[in-house]
């Protein structure tokens, strides 16, 4: 908690104003000489900017100068990590400690062209200019390193570096093999300026096909926090201690938590009845248990630094990289079946028409009942909503329901629950949320981690049942903290820009279908697009282009509502092992309802615009790490089947070519406009298509047609198509057979941006 300031000390913001405008590094004693402070006020001044520094607001430089966190300081370290054709070098600072990005650095130097090369360490006096930072060049320091990932290949008597990010196509020649072998996966030192760049070898990190390398490698190419400091690991057992201390006894309910059948942490649980009390008849009283992590993940901790770095944990097939050490993660937090565990209960009633009508937080004791998988759930509901006769009747010819959900459970929490859900189900029909069916890809491995299987994952009414009683608990949070006027971390998703919307209406023109830019746009405009589809052709390219009108959702501490769930207010609560933003939420609570310790510091919403942005930006590498281990998956999957023919759905057309996913599998890979056919190929941007000027063959999203697979690597995850002999766009209905023979001009490409009319 931050200490009472001397009369004589500045305020915070009088401090981070100086630090902004001093032409010089300040440290303590500039702070001090500047608003005239001695003797006690000296030793306050060190005990606020200690402060200050524990609270993030600001951070040292070398020589114990400070500057305002998310900044950079007035003279700094700056490590060289692109240098343009033209000769300009940008940098990073080599020591950031701030939990936002490191800021790119455009060094001025005197001369034309740049001096300096990549890995280049450099004494530099920064300014801001704009939005950003240029640095002067003060003194070049001794060489560090600029690690990249690759592997190892061989040409003749040279060594090269093939990178395992798919959109760097160059390779860099090795000049330090070290005891690295061709084939394997090894961390690079690049070093040199252009044209003259090369790697050393820095690591081996092994075989690149191996199980469990495809997530290594998106961890390394991320730049994914994926060991724990020691500080870390040991708070986590110190924590694991914790007596649950003075709580509400929910023991005695059979609440259960019902999750992926490969889910490496659970937390959250869900129980419903039938309300007994007058006011409610008809409706609903539920309980939904969450992990109460703020009662072991307390603010400023090395724990909440760690947690707070991470932004999230990240999931890929083989492991995960949790927010939080595994002690806590994966044990005392995770709500375990027969394990008395600590959790926040969001205690709700719940009207017969499914619209919340009030609802409280407590700090509870739970004892799950019984994790169960998505799939036995469903298939317990399946088999109880057979017609079956009492049981218990001597005349019964049935036998009771044998499997692994007991049929007890089955009556008393499963049987409830969804009962309960059909109220939340129908008041969210009539809410009327976007509804994009688009699959996800499942990976199962077996137990040494080898691809046994890829598929879309099966969207069942347990899913949707869990994913509704979440939503409700996420609505009762931010409903609650605004009602304590408290501080939130909103969940935001803000409606489609007119940009979007444009793009939207012409590409849905060349469908047909008309969208007017004057309505007012809700989630059901966009429904109803997908139900005058039906099962009909364009569905699924449809579907994805409306995915992309979507702005991406994020947090921050405005109330903006979320878009997509047509929900006025909206706060993630239910998954604070996993997500910062929830842990937030959690400690606004244990504020707003006195809940104890672990609540939100005073103070900290002033930071959540900037939390806001940075786990935002974490939870989109995590994504994108995410997607990228997946798509390496589906290409080692598919690397047997190279030069067989596939089905495909064309994904994407640009000038160059056109980008196919494999149905079934997923993996998108390219097919280049060059070897389509010896003719030109026209991009028309508005329909998003390619078109042969002689042949008039075209090629355009959501086309299936059968691709010769040519490629698939597994380290970058990428993929490359060709055309079966004989192929064509299969734009007409008498579709012609190109002459591949034909001589003449080469092949071309025209980008048309003119609109269709």
Same mark, same amino acid.
């Given at each position: 908690?931050?200490?009472?300031?001397?009369?004589?000390?500045?305020?915070?913001?009088?401090?981070?104003?100086?630090?902004?405008?001093?032409?010089?590094?300040?440290?303590?004693?500039?702070?001090?000489?500047?608003?005239?402070?001695?003797?006690?006020?000296?030793?306050?001044?060190?005990?606020?900017?200690?402060?200050?520094?524990?609270?993030?607001?600001?951070?040292?430089?070398?020589?114990?100068?400070?500057?305002?966190?998310?900044?950079?300081?007035?003279?700094?370290?700056?490590?060289?990590?692109?240098?343009?054709?033209?000769?300009?070098?940008?940098?990073?600072?080599?020591?950031?400690?701030?939990?936002?990005?490191?800021?790119?650095?455009?060094?001025?130097?005197?001369?034309?062209?740049?001096?300096?090369?990549?890995?280049?360490?450099?004494?530099?006096?920064?300014?801001?200019?704009?939005?950003?930072?240029?640095?002067?060049?003060?003194?070049?320091?001794?060489?560090?390193?600029?690690?990249?990932?690759?592997?190892?290949?061989?040409?003749?008597?040279?060594?090269?570096?093939?990178?395992?990010?798919?959109?760097?196509?160059?390779?860099?020649?090795?000049?330090?093999?070290?005891?690295?072998?061709?084939?394997?996966?090894?961390?690079?030192?690049?070093?040199?300026?252009?044209?003259?760049?090369?790697?050393?070898?820095?690591?081996?990190?092994?075989?690149?096909?191996?199980?469990?390398?495809?997530?290594?490698?998106?961890?390394?190419?991320?730049?994914?926090?994926?060991?724990?400091?020691?500080?870390?690991?040991?708070?986590?057992?110190?924590?694991?201690?914790?007596?649950?201390?003075?709580?509400?006894?929910?023991?005695?309910?059979?609440?259960?938590?019902?999750?992926?059948?490969?889910?490496?942490?659970?937390?959250?649980?869900?129980?419903?009845?039938?309300?007994?009390?007058?006011?409610?008849?008809?409706?609903?009283?539920?309980?939904?248990?969450?992990?109460?992590?703020?009662?072991?993940?307390?603010?400023?901790?090395?724990?909440?630094?760690?947690?707070?770095?991470?932004?999230?944990?990240?999931?890929?097939?083989?492991?995960?990289?949790?927010?939080?050490?595994?002690?806590?993660?994966?044990?005392?937090?995770?709500?375990?079946?027969?394990?008395?565990?600590?959790?926040?209960?969001?205690?709700?009633?719940?009207?017969?028409?499914?619209?919340?009508?009030?609802?409280?937080?407590?700090?509870?004791?739970?004892? @799950? $009942? =019984? &994790?169960? *998988?998505?799939?036995? !759930?469903?298939? #317990?509901?399946?088999?109880?909503?057979?017609? +079956?006769?009492?049981?218990?009747?001597?005349?019964?010819?049935?036998?009771?329901?044998?499997?692994?959900?007991?049929?007890?459970?089955?009556?008393?929490?499963?049987?409830?629950?969804?009962?309960?859900?059909?109220?939340?189900?129908?008041?969210?029909?009539?809410?009327?949320?976007?509804?994009?069916?688009?699959?996800?890809?499942?990976?199962?491995?077996?137990?040494?981690?080898?691809?046994?299987?890829?598929?879309?994952?099966?969207?069942?009414?347990?899913?949707?049942?869990?994913?509704?009683?979440? @939503? $409700? =608990? &996420?609505? *009762?949070?931010?409903? !609650?903290?605004? #009602?304590?006027?408290?501080?939130?971390?909103? +969940?935001?998703?803000?409606?489609?820009?007119?940009?979007?919307?444009?793009?939207?209406?012409?590409?849905?023109?060349?469908?047909?279908?008309?969208?007017?830019?004057?309505?007012?746009?809700?989630?059901?405009?966009?429904?109803?697009?997908?139900?005058?589809?039906?099962?009909?052709?364009?569905?699924?390219?449809?579907?994805?282009?409306?995915?992309?009108?979507?702005?991406?959702?994020?947090?921050?501490?405005?109330?903006?509502?979320?878009?997509?769930?047509?929900?006025?207010?909206?706060?993630?609560?239910?998954?604070?092992?996993?997500?910062?933003?929830?842990?937030?939420?959690?400690?606004?609570?244990?504020?707003?309802? +006195?809940?104890?310790?672990?609540?939100?510091?005073?103070?900290?919403?002033?930071?959540?615009?900037?939390?806001?942005?940075?786990?935002?930006?974490?939870?989109?590498?995590?994504?994108?790490?995410?997607?990228?281990?997946?798509?390496?998956?589906?290409?080692?999957?598919?690397?047997?089947?190279?030069?067989?023919?596939?089905?495909?759905?064309?994904?994407?057309?640009?000038?160059?070519?056109?980008?196919?996913?494999?149905?079934?599998?997923?993996?998108?890979?390219?097919?280049?406009?060059?070897?389509?056919?010896?003719?030109?190929?026209?991009?028309?941007?508005?329909?998003?298509?390619?078109?042969?000027?002689?042949?008039?063959?075209?090629?355009?999203?959501?086309?299936?047609?059968?691709?010769?697979?040519?490629?698939?690597?597994?380290?970058?995850?990428?993929?490359?198509?060709?055309?079966?002999?004989?192929?064509?766009?299969?734009?007409?209905?008498?579709?012609?057979?190109?002459?591949?023979?034909?001589?003449?001009?080469?092949?071309?490409?025209?980008?048309?941006?003119?609109?269709?009319?």
């Amino acid at each position: 908690m931050p200490r009472k300031r001397s009369a004589g000390l500045p305020s915070r913001k009088q401090i981070l104003d100086f630090i902004a405008s001093s032409d010089q590094p300040a440290g303590k004693r500039e702070i001090a000489r500047a608003f005239g402070l001695s003797g006690q006020d000296k030793i306050d001044l060190k005990r606020l900017l200690k402060d200050m520094a524990d609270e993030g607001l600001i951070d040292s430089s070398p020589g114990r100068a400070f500057h305002q966190s998310g900044g950079v300081p007035k003279v700094t370290v700056l490590r060289v990590t692109h240098v343009d054709n033209s000769g300009n070098a940008f940098a990073v600072p080599e020591q950031w400690h701030a939990e936002t990005p490191p800021p790119r650095i455009r060094l001025v130097e005197r001369g034309k062209r740049s001096a300096l090369g990549i890995g280049d360490r450099v004494l530099s006096r920064t300014e801001q200019k704009g939005d950003g930072f240029i640095a002067h060049p003060m003194k070049k320091l001794a060489r560090s390193a600029e690690l990249t990932l690759g592997v190892v290949k061989r040409e003749g008597e040279r060594f090269w570096l093939s990178p395992v990010d798919k959109r760097e196509r160059r390779e860099l020649f090795i000049s330090d093999l070290k005891d690295a072998e061709v084939g394997d996966l090894v961390l690079c030192e690049v070093t040199g300026r252009p044209p003259r760049v090369s790697a050393r070898v820095d690591a081996v990190l092994g075989d690149p096909f191996a199980p469990r390398s495809f997530s290594l490698i998106a961890i390394h190419k991320h730049g994914l926090r994926h060991e724990f400091a020691q500080e870390a690991i040991d708070e986590a057992h110190r924590v694991s201690k914790l007596p649950l201390a003075e709580r509400e006894d929910l023991t005695h309910l059979p609440i259960v938590a019902i999750d992926p059948e490969d889910a490496r942490d659970h937390d959250d649980a869900i129980w419903a009845e039938a309300a007994k009390e007058p006011d409610n008849e008809g409706g609903w009283n539920a309980i939904v248990a969450i992990a109460d992590v703020s009662f072991y993940v307390r603010p400023g901790s090395e724990l909440d630094r760690e947690a707070r770095a991470r932004g999230n944990s990240v999931y890929f097939p083989d492991r995960v990289v949790p927010m939080l050490p595994e002690e806590l993660s994966a044990d005392i937090c995770s709500l375990k079946e027969g394990e008395d565990r600590a959790a926040m209960a969001c205690h709700l009633k719940i009207a017969k028409d499914g619209t919340l009508k009030s609802w409280r937080f407590t700090r509870a004791k739970v004892r @799950i $009942a =019984a &994790n169960i *998988a998505y799939e036995d !759930a469903q298939a #317990a509901m399946d088999a109880a909503n057979e017609e +079956r006769t009492d049981v218990s009747s001597p005349t019964c010819s049935m036998p009771p329901i044998e499997g692994p959900v007991p049929q007890e459970l089955v009556e008393k929490a499963l049987k409830p629950l969804w009962a309960c859900w059909r109220a939340l189900y129908a008041a969210r029909q009539k809410r009327d949320p976007l509804e994009l069916d688009l699959p996800e890809r499942r990976v199962v491995l077996d137990e040494k981690g080898r691809i046994m299987s890829i598929a879309p994952r099966d969207r069942l009414d347990a899913h949707r049942l869990v994913e509704d009683y979440m @939503i $409700a =608990a &996420n609505v *009762a949070a931010a409903r !609650a903290l605004e #009602a304590k006027k408290s501080p939130v971390m909103y +969940r935001v998703h803000e409606p489609p820009s007119r940009e979007k919307l444009v793009a939207l209406k012409d590409y849905l023109a060349t469908f047909g279908i008309e969208f007017a830019l004057g309505q007012v746009v809700k989630p059901g405009t966009f429904n109803r697009i997908i139900d005058r589809l039906g099962d009909g052709e364009g569905r699924e390219e449809i579907m994805e282009q409306l995915l992309r009108t979507q702005m991406q959702a994020r947090y921050g501490p405005e109330r903006l509502g979320h878009f997509g769930l047509a929900l006025a207010t909206y706060a993630h609560f239910t998954s604070p092992i996993r997500r910062y933003a929830d842990l937030l939420v959690h400690r606004a609570l244990v504020s707003a309802y +006195r809940l104890g310790e672990g609540g939100l510091p005073p103070g900290e919403e002033q930071r959540f615009e900037q939390i806001g942005a940075q786990i935002s930006m974490l939870e989109r590498r995590a994504m994108e790490a995410e997607r990228d281990t997946v798509d390496r998956y589906v290409a080692a999957f598919l690397a047997d089947q190279v030069g067989q023919l596939v089905k495909c759905r064309i994904s994407g057309v640009q000038p160059f070519g056109f980008f196919a996913t494999v149905e079934d599998f997923g993996g998108d890979g390219l097919v280049l406009a060059k070897d389509l056919g010896r003719e030109y190929f026209r991009y028309d941007e508005a329909a998003r298509t390619l078109v042969g000027d002689e042949s008039g063959d075209t090629y355009r999203m959501g086309q299936r047609l059968t691709l010769r697979l040519a490629e698939a690597n597994p380290v970058s995850g990428s993929l490359r198509f060709e055309l079966p002999e004989g192929s064509y766009g299969g734009s007409r209905t008498e579709p012609q057979r190109r002459d591949r023979t034909r001589r003449g001009r080469p092949p071309n490409i025209r980008h048309d941006n003119r609109k269709r009319r």
